[in-house]
């Protein structure tokens, strides 16, 4: 199937910068969408950024201006640049991929795949 393992989390002062990356692996046949989305202590889960296979982006409106997505596609990774951090920022990220992968018979549906999950902490 497909993998997503996210790095680049921690602990960062507010207006400091952090850049989160996600590697797929696995099968793949094809990755559509990539994106990252958080979750805050008793919030639910949100969209952040998102960036089709072409590079069209969309990112929540909270952080426009202030991150970056961006993907390499020949490596199967997306990134997040994120620049001047508020502490409403903190929670933990997730990475999302909507992905065919190979199988016997031929390719899977496209699915949704998430990493585990790092967290990134913005003190005031």
């Known amino acids: 199937q497909v993998q997503l393992v996210e790095s680049g989390g921690g602990l960062v002062q507010g207006g400091g910068s952090l850049r989160l990356s996600c590697a797929a692996s696995?099968?793949?046949?094809?990755?559509?969408?990539m994106g990252w989305y958080r979750q805050a202590p008793g919030k639910q889960r949100e969209l952040v950024a998102t960036t089709t296979s072409g590079g069209s982006t969309k990112y929540a409106g909270s952080v426009k201006g202030r991150f970056t997505i961006s993907r390499d596609n020949a490596k199967n990774t997306v990134y997040l640049q994120m620049t001047s951090l508020k502490p409403e920022d903190t929670a933990v990220y997730y990475c999302?991929?909507?992905?065919?992968?190979?199988?016997?018979?031929?390719?899977?549906?496209?699915?949704?795949?998430w990493g585990q999950g790092t967290q990134v902490t913005v003190s005031s």
């Open positions: 696995g099968s793949i046949a094809s990755i559509n969408d």
């Open positions: 999302n991929a909507r992905a065919r992968y190979y199988v016997d018979y031929g390719i899977s549906p496209e699915n949704d795949y």
